[in-house]
């Protein structure tokens, strides 16, 4: 039999060096070190070493969970048969209340639904959310606590781990185990499998385009997971932290203040029903803003079709995008990296390349 855990390879080594009084005796005194109060016996240490329980940070917007939280949900399935999961959702008022109705029914394997609903909840602030995680971990005691890998996951989850005193597995892109997990590392061009080795909870961020929730999956939903809300009393007003919300800005309504020939890549995405993206040198350039930068310091994307124009493929930007469904490139250079990526490629010139479609396609209905 292997032992993949470090606790069990240790009740491994004590069974055999021990009689059973003394180990029993020995787990009992370990196990108290690790705050499992209640002892009864190797029945109950063979649950608590297999049960796994997650709590899924999740964002939502418009009275709905969001798609990115969902995945998150299905990484939490990933961790085992067994494991519980629980999906934690803050807020206030009705938007509150309609997004915990919405999550209850969203995955059949979420089996119950978290809500902190206050004021300090209102924008998803970091800090706050950080000390809610502490809190309701606290109370919780989950092995794992998961987020996605967006600006919302990204920006609590290290937090919460600081308050925690665990460090954190980030930008998960596959589970093996409860305690192993793949990433990637050197911008995407290797995958490195890693063993949590630290104390409970294990935190992860994971990326959402691995972890896809099925369409059959909604169908398969018979019943609502219940909802309870957390106890905030013991929540202090001083969680709120410096920062304040200020304001939020969408590109619809702010249009690009982009060059002539960004236009011309904007007006083709309005045809085809695309976001723009961009690479560094684009955003360097101030031809479009920072937040539709691409790539290892920029977003992780994986659309079903990747239309590249004139990107070149460093890597910094491939880390970004490769996991795309389907990647066109067109580029003047023969030689250039973007190729080695893209399923379908042209060498040509994208002034003369992009009118042609735009002459080509029909106009967006
Ligand atoms: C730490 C670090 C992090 C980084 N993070 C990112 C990141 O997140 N995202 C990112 O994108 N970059 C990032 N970069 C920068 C990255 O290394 C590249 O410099 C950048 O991606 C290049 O952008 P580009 O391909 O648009 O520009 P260029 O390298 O200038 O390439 C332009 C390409 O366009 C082609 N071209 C030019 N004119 C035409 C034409 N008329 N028709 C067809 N093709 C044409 C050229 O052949 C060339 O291949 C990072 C760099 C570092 C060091």
Redesign the pocket.
Not at 293 to 298: A, I, N, R, S
Not at 310 to 317: C, D, E, K, L, T
Not at 330 to 333: A, E, G, I, L, S
């Given at each position: 039999m292997i032992y993949k855990t470090p606790w069990i390879s240790y009740i491994h080594q004590l069974k055999f060096k021990k009689t059973k009084n003394s180990f029993i005796e020995n787990m009992a005194t370990t196990l108290k070190a690790l705050k499992y109060t209640s002892f009864t016996g190797f029945r109950s240490m063979r649950f608590i070493f297999r049960s796994v329980s997650t709590l899924v940070l999740a964002e939502h917007e418009g009275g709905a969970i969001s798609k990115a939280s969902l995945s998150a949900v299905e990484a939490a399935k990933s961790l085992g048969d067994d494991c519980s999961v629980s999906v934690l959702l803050a807020g206030c008022g009705a938007s509150l209340q309609q997004a915990a109705a919405h999550a209850a029914s969203s995955h059949p394997s979420i089996h119950q639904v978290l809500t902190a609903d206050s004021e300090n909840f209102q924008h998803p602030l970091a800090e706050p959310w950080a000390k809610l995680v502490h809190l309701v971990q606290h109370k919780g005691s989950y092995s794992h606590i998961i987020a996605a890998s967006n600006s919302f996951g990204k920006n609590i989850l290290p937090r919460a781990a600081a308050l925690l005193d665990v460090s954190p597995i980030t930008d998960v892109v596959n589970i093996c185990s409860s305690n192993q997990f793949v990433r990637p590392i050197y911008a995407g061009n290797a995958l490195c499998t890693v063993r949590y080795t630290g104390n409970n909870p294990c935190l992860l961020t994971i990326r959402s385009t691995s972890f896809p929730v099925p369409a059959a999956l909604f169908h398969s939903i018979s019943n609502e997971a219940p909802i309870s809300q957390v106890d905030l009393s013991t929540f202090c007003e001083e969680s709120i932290g410096k920062s304040r919300y200020l304001k939020h800005t969408s590109q619809d309504k702010e249009p690009l203040k982009s060059m002539d020939n960004f236009k011309m890549i904007e007006k083709l995405a309005e045809k085809l029903g695309a976001a723009v993206g961009?690479?560094?040198?684009?955003v360097d350039a101030g031809f479009v803003p920072n937040d539709l930068?691409?790539?290892?310091?920029?977003k992780i994307v994986a659309p079903e079709l990747y239309m590249a124009?004139?990107?070149?493929?460093?890597?910094?930007?491939i880390?970004?995008m490769r996991d795309s469904k389907i990647i066109v490139a067109?580029?003047?250079?023969a030689d250039?990296p973007?190729f080695q990526v893209a399923d379908y490629g042209l060498v040509?010139?994208?002034?003369e390349v992009i009118p042609e479609l735009l002459e080509k396609l029909p106009e967006k209905k």
């Open positions: 961009a690479t560094r040198a684009a930068q691409v790539g290892q310091t920029g124009f004139g990107v070149s493929g460093a890597i910094q930007h880390a970004g067109v580029n003047k250079d250039a973007i040509g010139d994208l002034f």
